[in-house]
């Protein structure tokens, strides 16, 4: 498993129950300090979410000291494995490729509502087209400017939905693209 | 008022102008999406939600029921005819349809994976219909405790067959129910880890987890694995030969097994299409009369899973529609549909007769969404496939966008489109380290619900935990969860004692 690319590896593997425990920690720290007046007798709001803070902490500590143990080389005899045969296993995913898309999405959004719908729309599905390793530029520019403006008309003219213009020039150009689909 | 009256009636809503223009747009998508490698008709439901925010209440759901009833269907055109499975749940169709298109039978095997798909519809449909005001008769007897324990049900067994580790899918579904405790509490107007953030004091919406975790999260993932597909190696014909009677009389067993199988697994939460397709399968090459021969290119190998996953489809929907309960990922974005809507899906949609014709006139447009996609199957197939040609990058960056506009559609903000990317990158690392989906996105939806019944099963019964299991039918469904989450447990155990046995009997194996 190990030598396939993108799977989890060594520390890797008990790191997420680490992670998991010590957020649901915090979480269960947060959640004793809850502001509510509840009668004696009776649950407060903070009692569901203790509940289930409680479930994730024992899961992961059990899974994580289990693949701890595991990992160390101790037969894991006593320790049951419930995995199940599923038809769901697929090919692991590049996460180098998958944090750069994610990376491109931020910044989409960060200048969303600066540079507006149209502008940064058509660089974001660009630059998704290129990661995705279509390579030919022209056409990957002609099918994002012409994707986007179908948005625009499907988002402004169907579903009434007001799309960000953006800021100063962006917001001129937003607004005679808008012109020009008949969006006023 | 008389089920089949109700039925009629239905028939007469659906057959109206934008009720029959929904569900053939939403059959053409189910179509396209299902043999798309990389969408899938999850995928389909969670794309076509924003369009359904202008809608009424009983065309949305007909549209998204008819990409669900679809999605199940034309996937296996692509895995016949060109051996690639559009969805996990064609996966079983490739190895006895695509031997048969080798042989030069394709056109046979296209016909047979009809059939199944017809048989399998409507059947489960009609058995579905039947019982649909029983059980909504039956769920108004829940009180809180017997709520609790049939969400409780439902999200164990969701976990239990969820593909992957147990306490892995433990942790996805519990972190999805605290997921829906972010917010100001319904009962105590308390806010809980909100960290006084205005866009949190709200909660997170579920449409978000979904979307961001089905649509966005799949997208990045298929762009991780390279978006690689085979392209199809040449033209194969579409042209569909259906079986004789005699021959559809000789698998007269495999069609009753295989239905009845796909309507009782449709009814379990979690038991989707994929695994009601694979299980069918497996019990058809186990107790078929030739399962012997099961995938060597015969029809029982194309009808068991065909019909299964297409007849798993109203087993799913109406449990959905009497108890308010999904038990998948596409029903999961109908619950979203009705809730957008301002209706909350359970026994009391058929107390009121405008509510009850909304909920007949969804399972009449279920027959009529079976006959039209096997019609639309049978003549358009061949225009549907092109999609295969578009550039699966292409197609990527155009779901994302889907993903994140239609996040920003339903309430005009830039943090819902935030949340989309963080349950979408949730959903990556998720697959990485092997955490299933479903039950998170499940958990998040059912939260409020398990969370609201809990409170006031314990506010009723001052605290009493027990009243959970004590109560018979709630103590039943507590029961069969626990049987549920259990045995995968019992099955490892069984397999590890198997291994160390063959292990001390025969040490030079």
Same mark, same amino acid.
């Given at each position: 498993m190990s030598e396939v690319r993108g799977a989890a590896t060594g520390v890797e593997r008990v790191l997420p129950y680490a992670m998991v425990f010590g957020v649901a920690a915090f979480l269960l720290y947060r959640a004793q300090h809850f502001e509510f007046t509840a009668p004696v007798d009776q649950v407060g709001p903070d009692s569901w979410p203790k509940l289930i803070l409680y479930m994730i902490m024992a899961t992961s500590a059990f899974e994580g000291a289990r693949r701890l143990l595991s990992a160390r080389g101790v037969r894991s005899g006593s320790a049951v494995v419930p995995t199940i045969e599923s038809p769901f296993e697929r090919e692991p995913a590049d996460?180098?490729?998958?944090?750069?898309?994610?990376?491109?999405?931020?910044?989409?959004?960060?200048?969303?509502?600066?540079?507006?719908?149209?502008?940064?729309?058509?660089?974001?599905?660009?630059?998704?087209?290129?990661?995705?390793?279509?390579?030919?530029?022209?056409?990957?520019?002609?099918?994002?400017?012409?994707?986007?403006?179908?948005?625009?008309?499907?988002?402004?003219?169907?579903?009434?939905?007001?799309?960000?213009?953006?800021?100063?020039?962006?917001?001129?150009?937003?607004?005679?693209?808008?012109?020009?689909?008949?969006v006023h | 008022m008389h089920t089949l009256q109700l039925l009629l009636a239905g028939f007469a809503e659906v057959f109206k102008p934008l009720e029959l223009l929904m569900m053939f747009i939403g059959l053409l998508i189910g179509m396209a999406v299902s043999i798309m490698p990389g969408l899938g008709l999850v995928m389909g439901v969670v794309l076509a939600l924003p369009f359904t925010y202008g809608m009424a209440l009983a065309p949305s759901i007909i549209l998204l029921t008819a990409i669900y009833m679809s999605g199940t269907y034309a996937g296996c055109f692509t895995a016949i005819l060109y051996r690639i499975p559009g969805e996990p749940m064609d996966v079983p169709l490739l190895w006895d349809g695509h031997a048969m298109t080798q042989r030069g039978e394709a056109a046979k095997a296209l016909g047979w994976a009809l059939v199944a798909a017809l048989t399998g519809g409507l059947f489960s449909t009609a058995v579905m219909t039947t019982l649909a005001?029983?059980?909504?008769?039956?769920?108004?007897?829940?009180?809180?405790?017997?709520?609790?324990?049939?969400?409780?049900?439902?999200?164990?067994?969701?976990?239990?067959?969820?593909?992957?580790?147990?306490?892995?899918?433990?942790?996805?579904?519990?972190?999805?129910?605290?997921?829906?405790?972010?917010? /100001?509490? =319904?009962?105590? @107007?308390?806010?809980?880890?909100?960290?006084?953030?205005? $866009?949190?004091?709200? %909660?997170?919406?579920? &449409?978000?987890?979904?979307?961001?975790?089905?649509?966005?999260?799949?997208?990045?993932?298929?762009?991780?694995?390279?978006?690689?597909?085979?392209?199809?190696?040449?033209?194969?014909?579409?042209?569909?030969?259906?079986?004789?009677?005699?021959?559809?009389?000789?698998?007269?067993?495999?069609?009753?097994?295989?239905?009845?199988?796909?309507?009782?697994?449709?009814?379990?939460?979690?038991?989707?299409?994929?695994?009601?397709?694979?299980?069918?399968?497996?019990?058809?090459?186990?107790?078929?009369?030739?399962?012997?021969?099961?995938?060597?290119?015969?029809?029982?190998?194309?009808?068991?899973?065909?019909?299964?996953? /297409?007849? =798993?489809?109203? @087993?799913?929907?109406?449990?959905?529609?009497?108890?308010? $309960?999904?038990?998948? %990922?596409?029903?999961? &974005?109908?619950?979203?549909?009705?809730?957008?809507h301002g209706v909350q899906p359970g026994p009391f949609l058929f107390s009121n007769p405008e509510s009850t014709l909304v909920v007949y006139t969804i399972m009449a447009s279920m027959f009529v969404a079976v006959i039209g996609m096997c019609l639309m199957g049978f003549a358009w197939i061949h225009v549907v496939v092109k999609v295969l040609t578009i550039p699966q990058a292409v197609l990527a960056a155009i779901v994302i966008m889907f993903c994140l506009v239609g996040a920003f559609a339903d309430r005009n903000t830039v943090s819902d489109m935030w949340m989309i990317v963080i349950f979408g990158t949730l959903a990556a690392v998720f697959e990485r380290y092997k955490f299933p989906i479903s039950p998170m996105v499940l958990g998040a939806i059912l939260g409020p619900l398990a969370e609201d019944s809990y409170m006031r099963g314990m506010i009723t019964y001052h605290r009493d935990w027990t009243v959970f299991f004590t109560q018979p039918i709630a103590g039943s469904l507590m029961a069969l969860s626990i049987v549920s989450l259990s045995y995968p447990v019992v099955k490892a155990l069984l397999a590890r004692r198997r291994q160390t046995t063959a292990a001390v009997e025969y040490p030079d194996l």
């Open positions: 996460m180098r490729v998958v944090f750069t898309c994610v990376a491109a999405s931020l910044v989409y959004l960060a200048l969303f509502e600066i540079v507006g719908f149209f502008l940064d729309t058509v660089v974001f599905v660009l630059s998704l087209i290129w990661i995705g390793g279509f390579r030919r530029f022209w056409t990957a520019l002609a099918i994002s400017t012409v994707t986007t403006l179908l948005f625009m008309l499907v988002f402004l003219r169907v579903i009434y939905v007001a799309l960000p213009i953006g800021t100063g020039p962006f917001e001129w150009l937003s607004t005679s693209l808008m012109r020009l689909l008949g | 005001t029983p059980l909504s008769n039956f769920a108004l007897k829940f009180g809180a405790p017997e709520y609790f324990a049939a969400v409780f049900f439902g999200l164990t067994t969701v976990v239990a067959l969820a593909g992957t580790s147990i306490p892995n899918a433990l942790i996805s579904l519990f972190l999805g129910l605290l997921v829906a405790t972010i917010g /100001t509490d =319904s009962t105590y @107007g308390t806010e809980r880890f909100t960290f006084n953030s205005p $866009i949190l004091a709200n %909660g997170v919406p579920y &449409v978000m987890v979904l979307v961001g975790m089905y649509g966005f999260g799949e997208i990045l993932i298929k762009l991780g694995q390279s978006l690689h597909i085979e392209a199809p190696a040449a033209r194969a014909s579409t042209k569909t030969r259906f079986p004789s009677l005699r021959e559809l009389w000789e698998l007269r067993a495999t069609f009753v097994r295989s239905t009845l199988l796909g309507t009782i697994l449709g009814v379990v939460p979690g038991a989707g299409a994929t695994i009601t397709s694979f299980v069918s399968y497996a019990i058809e090459k186990q107790y078929g009369r030739r399962g012997d021969k099961i995938g060597t290119g015969i029809p029982e190998g194309i009808v068991a899973p065909q019909i299964a996953s /297409t007849a =798993s489809v109203a @087993g799913h929907i109406v449990p959905l529609l009497t108890l308010g $309960i999904p038990g998948s %990922g596409a029903t999961a &974005v109908i619950l979203a549909a009705f809730l957008l």
